[in-house]
């Protein structure tokens, strides 16, 4: 797949853009601030229904978006195998962005968020999956050094894409999970009877076990991909081992999952009451990433976890590719400049493979690595996007 066609309304630095897109390598150039990343962003947002930079997702909305509410738009026309797909995420403000005379430090509106897939409104669950992207940038590095949240986010972003059964599971654990933790507030403050719990535990459990399941599965897929990659990339022979770590039962069988995590939340009862919070299930678990049994966010340098980062974003993109039976696009925000030659070389000869790669850079052009070269060259300034005639 690819997108044809994209189109911003007052997202961050752009207050209007339409451009169309070639297959292939398309390049990004541009000095710092000029609006890179951002774009970047608004195609990842049309993928995975969120942004991976914003906190508050009303910091999307243009600072100078002067309608009231201020609207912000997304949208792009996808190519696939199946025929166009139109995607669309407005960003409708509750209220004014500036001078609203709050003082406020963060001057980002609150935003409602709504979807539209070929013109039909959808939850956000009903975009994702629909055109599948993978996104390297700077950050990636914390996937491997960063807080377990981090991984289990690798985790869920990639599987969410391929099975929506998986996105939506995962949007009723994170409910009935608060739920619970309310509850077991409750029941510490002698406001509420242990025994309302039961029907919790059982949906949690329910949930969690297919949430459990499925991040096993992938990550032994996972593995296979990211485990030679990560020793192509580093020049030797030892591959990338991912472990997953569980806080409760350990096993590949979903119903086994489930009954673990049943005895497993009767057991921690009393202590979960104390707390006021869930400590065992899919929330806490983690991803061990080694290589040579040595964990890398430990032991590694900053290289090798550097490449593993990449190893783990091209492994993604293999994994998409395989399950989805169509490639996702490859949108690499301003990585090479932190490679070396080499491994900036293999990276774009793996990733030239794909239907499309964006890729943003501040270098100049003209722009080639090797045989591979761009089939489309644009300038980015001040939210603005030219082609750059003349240049491939
Ligand atoms: P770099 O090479 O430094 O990574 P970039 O071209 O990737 O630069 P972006 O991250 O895309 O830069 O940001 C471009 C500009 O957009 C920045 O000056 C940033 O402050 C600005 N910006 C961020 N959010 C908003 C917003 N909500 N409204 C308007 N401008 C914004
Ligand atoms: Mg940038």
């Known amino acids: 797949m690819y997108v044809a066609s994209l189109h911003l309304r007052n997202f961050r630095n752009y207050q209007r853009l339409d451009i169309t897109l070639p297959q292939g390598l398309v390049v990004f150039t541009g000095a710092n601030a000029q609006g890179k990343s951002n774009l970047l962003e608004a195609v990842y947002l049309l993928a995975i229904g ?33 025929g166009s797909l139109q995607l669309q995420v407005d960003l409708v403000g509750q209220a004014q962005v500036a001078g609203d005379g709050s003082g406020s430090a963060n001057p980002s509106p609150s935003v409602q968020k709504r979807v539209r897939v070929n013109g039909v409104p959808r939850l956000v669950s009903g975009l994702v999956g629909q055109f599948n992207a993978v996104l390297f940038d700077a950050s990636d590095i914390q996937v491997i050094e960063g807080a377990p949240a981090l991984r289990r986010r690798y985790l869920d972003v990639l599987l969410s894409q391929v099975d929506p059964a998986y996105l939506r599971a995962l949007l009723r654990y994170q409910r009935v999970l608060a739920q619970r933790n309310q509850l077991l507030r409750l029941i510490r403050e002698g406001r509420a009877r242990g025994l309302e719990l039961e029907f919790w535990d059982g949906e949690l459990a329910q949930q969690g076990a297919y949430l459990v399941a499925s991040r096993l599965q992938a990550m032994a897929g996972l593995m296979q991909l990211a485990g030679p990659m990560y020793a192509r990339l580093k020049g030797g022979e030892e591959q990338l081992q991912l472990e997953y770590l569980a806080t ?47 964990e890398l966010g430990v032991f590694g340098s900053r290289g090798e976890r550097r490449l593993a980062a ?4 091209l492994a993604e993109g293999e994994f998409l590719a395989q ?70």
């Open 50 to 82: 969120r942004s991976t930079r914003a906190g508050n997702e009303g910091e999307m909305v243009g600072w100078w978006a002067s309608g009231s509410p201020p609207h912000t738009q997304a949208m792009a026309a996808v190519a696939t195998c199946q």
């Open 248 to 294: 409760g039962p350990q096993s590949q069988e979903q119903e086994e999952l489930r009954q673990g995590l049943m005895e497993a939340l009767v057991r921690g009862r009393q202590r979960e009451v104390a707390l006021g919070s869930t400590q065992v299930g899919p929330h806490r678990d983690d991803m061990r990433i080694t290589v040579a049994g040595r």
């Open 310 to 313: 990449l190893a783990l974003r």
């Open 323 to 392: 399950r989805r039976g169509e490639q996702p696009v490859m949108l690499l925000d301003d990585i090479l400049s932190e490679l070396d030659q080499v491994r900036g070389m293999q990276v774009m000869e793996a990733v030239a493979r794909y239907q499309q790669v964006l890729l943003t850079t501040t270098e100049a052009p003209p722009l080639a690595w090797g045989a591979i070269t761009p089939t489309a060259t644009f300038r980015v300034a001040h939210g603005t996007v030219t082609p750059l005639p003349g240049v491939p």
